[in-house]
């Protein structure tokens, strides 16, 4: 578990506008070259394909209003990313492409019926030997990841909080913690200012501050957490 806090982690590779779309095969390629450990997400197809892909949508990286959970893979690998020359890679490929050469955290997208997609997904896994950790805001992907692969790292994501939640934020956090066990925490950056960090370090898990755009956000989760998930800067 020391490598969460040993590289920076370069939210989506290391992208760069248009030129070097967000998880692209490029993006993780230049994450490599400046040893960050990679950040990425995955989504699952209509022919039950892992991609990485941050959006249940292609609107905003690709501008087809078409859900991913619709289309197979066979017409997604066409899509240029950013009207760029680069496409949506499979998962396995991202993999093979880093062959352990820097750590890898996978945020599993999944808001529907557990099992099916980790299972695919476990069974990837099983086949990777480098350093690597699943995360999720769902603690059902936890806890499943938990009972059928527990050495796997497993961490769990809060914060974007819904307005149903923002004014039980604390006790949401809390029995999310504890009922899904997670090996440690991935904490928007928005949440520094409050007693989430507190609470992670009285239950001993560390903390990754995501999203660290700028020098200023940089210092200051340097200060509060263990780790940073940052993009459009270099640490």
């Known amino acids: 578990m020391d490598w969460l806090t040993q590289h920076h982690i370069a939210h989506r590779g290391l992208h760069e506008g248009f030129s070097i779309p967000e998880n692209s095969l490029l993006s993780f390629q230049k994450a490599i070259n400046n040893n960050f450990a990679i950040a990425l997400e995955i989504r699952i197809t209509k022919d039950k394909q892992i991609i990485?892909?941050?959006?249940?949508?292609?609107?905003?990286?690709?501008?087809?209003?078409?859900?991913?959970?619709?289309?197979?893979?066979?017409?997604?690998?066409?899509?240029?990313l950013y009207n760029s020359n680069h496409t949506i890679p499979l998962l396995k490929d991202v993999l093979n492409l880093v062959n352990d050469q820097v750590p890898i955290i996978i945020e599993v997208k999944n808001y529907s019926e557990v099992g099916l997609f980790e299972t695919i997904l476990m069974n990837q896994l099983d086949q990777y030997k480098?350093?690597?950790?699943?995360?999720?805001?769902?603690?059902?992907?936890?806890?499943?990841?938990?009972?059928?692969?527990?050495?796997?790292?497993?961490?769990?994501?809060?914060?974007?909080?819904?307005?149903?939640?923002?004014r039980f934020y604390k006790t949401?956090?809390?029995?999310?913690?504890?009922?899904?066990?997670?090996?440690?925490?991935?904490?928007?950056?928005?949440?520094?200012?409050?007693?989430?960090?507190?609470?992670?370090?009285?239950?001993?898990?560390?903390?990754?501050?995501?999203?660290?755009?700028?020098?200023?956000?940089?210092?200051?989760?340097?200060?509060?957490?263990?780790?940073?998930?940052?993009?459009?800067?270099?640490?």
């Not at 959006?55 to 197979?72: G, M, Q, W």
């Not at 480098?130 to 603690?139: E, K, P, T, V, Y």
């Not at 059902?140 to 790292?153: A, D, S």
């Not at 956090?173 to 507190?198: E, H, M, Q, R």
Request: charged share 25%; hydrophobic share 40%; proline share 5%.
């Open 172 to 235: 949401v956090f809390l029995y999310s913690l504890l009922s899904s066990a997670p090996d440690f925490i991935s904490l928007d950056y928005k949440l520094l200012n409050t007693l989430l960090p507190k609470i992670c370090r009285l239950f001993n898990k560390q903390v990754l501050c995501w999203t660290v755009n700028n020098k200023k956000k940089m210092k200051k989760a340097k200060q509060l957490t263990h780790n940073i998930i940052f993009e459009n800067i270099k640490p």
């Open 52 to 80: 990485v892909f941050r959006d249940k949508t292609l609107l905003r990286v690709c501008a087809i209003n078409k859900k991913i959970s619709t289309l197979p893979y066979s017409k997604i690998k066409k899509i240029p």
């Open 130 to 166: 480098g350093r690597i950790a699943i995360c999720s805001s769902n603690i059902e992907v936890i806890k499943w990841f938990k009972e059928y692969r527990p050495h796997i790292l497993r961490g769990f994501i809060y914060g974007d909080l819904h307005k149903s939640n923002i």
